[in-house]
């Protein structure tokens, strides 16, 4: 069969629609996965650059896909709602998306309302307490795993969580640690927990089945994490000072 002139078999599976489609998921929580809306009207974050600087790499425009959280922009992998993402990896997602490099590394813990009486995790996980997660996240899955008397809770958004945490109707959020760091400075008599209960590790994926895209989206973190795109996407999003944490066997 004739191919077409001009036909690129890997725009056509990356880029169906003409434009690179990246899913993002919105909140303030900031760090090397969240993105957020800018006063402009538009969107800032690693994740954000690093679509940018993919779309350019492919020659086609750049269009972002909002989601409230990861586990919505899972749902939606088989919808053929976007074509790449960056987000916390883990087995469940794998059956649902191919993964390439890890990003990033990150400690996931809990950070306690005001007041409470919780020093560590023995005395957080007891009958009673509430622990607030974002729903369908690794790191829901995590602390539902990790606790087994503290009851886990879901909820849509960060936003949601901030809430009910400064207002103490929960007892606990369940989280990275650099973004319950910054949590805690908005949120005052709020501590994290010293103890971690679990590694997060980020990675761009793309849909099941799509090789091409797969292969492509390797190569590009393979080069961004040596030639310095990386690194600048965190230096524009406020993250000079984390280390890029890379897996290089899994």
Do not use: C
């Not at 303030?28 to 969107?43: D, H, M, Q």
């Not at 919808?79 to 883990?90: E, H, Q, R, S």
């Not at 908005?186 to 797969?214: C, M, S, W, Y």
């Amino acid at each position: 069969m004739a191919v077409p002139a001009g036909a690129d078999p890997l725009k056509d599976e990356i880029a169906p629609t003409g434009k690179l489609r990246v899913a993002i998921a919105i909140s303030p929580a900031g760090g090397a996965f969240w993105s957020t809306k800018t006063e402009a009207g538009g969107y800032a974050g690693v994740p954000v650059d690093l679509g940018k600087e993919m779309a350019a790499q492919l020659g086609v425009p750049v269009e972002y896909v909002t989601y409230s959280n990861s586990g919505l922009i899972t749902d939606a992998a088989s919808t053929g709602a976007w074509d790449v993402t960056f987000l916390p990896k883990d087995a469940e997602r794998e059956t649902k998306m191919s993964f390439g490099p890890i990003y990033e590394v990150a400690d996931a813990t809990y950070i306690v309302k005001a007041g409470s009486a919780v020093t560590n995790f023995q005395t957080l996980d007891q009958p009673g307490i509430k622990v607030a997660a974002v729903n369908g996240t690794t790191t829901m899955r995590g602390a539902m795993a990790h606790l087994k008397n503290a009851k886990v809770t879901g909820y849509q958004t960060y936003d949601e969580i901030f809430g009910l945490l400064k207002n103490g109707e929960v007892d606990a959020f369940a989280l990275s640690r650099d973004q319950l760091n910054a949590m805690a400075k908005k949120i005052p008599g709020t501590r994290v927990l010293d103890e971690t209960f679990k590694q997060t590790v980020t990675a761009v994926a793309v849909p099941l089945n799509h090789p091409l895209a797969a292969a492509f989206a390797t190569k590009f973190m393979t080069d961004a994490t040596s030639n310095g795109t990386l690194r600048r996407a965190y230096d524009n999003n406020g993250l000079k000072d984390n280390p890029i944490r890379t897996v290089t066997k899994q």
